[in-house]
């Protein structure tokens, strides 16, 4: 709460669940990011690498106004390529990445490396 957080930006699909809930609890508004062509609206899109291709991100444009302060929460932080790409999201629209939450992060693959601004909290690592 001392960070000033505004948004919740939650990764498809458990980031749904898990930054609901603490947008609720801090009174701030939720953002979903998905995979294309899921959201309504007009959307703004990130790709990022992974092992065997590549992928996308989106969120709608309106979702986060410039200026908002914005936590990014899923389940897994992994490699890491899937949270960075949320953050290029929420900067590409004038946002600041204040804070990064996980539940679990596997920290042999380092995805953490890769999470630029704010504070990380991971419940458990591995």
Known sequence: RDRGITHVLGIEARGFILGGAVATHLGAGFVPARK???????????????????????????????GSRVLIVDDVLATGGTAEAAGRLAAGLGSEVVGWSFLLEIGALQGRTRLNGGSLLVLVSV
């Open 36 to 66: 294309p062509g899921k959201l309504p609206w007009e959307r703004v899109s990130q790709t990022y690498e992974l092992e065997y291709g590549t992928d996308a991100l989106e969120c709608h444009r309106d979702g986060l106004p410039a």
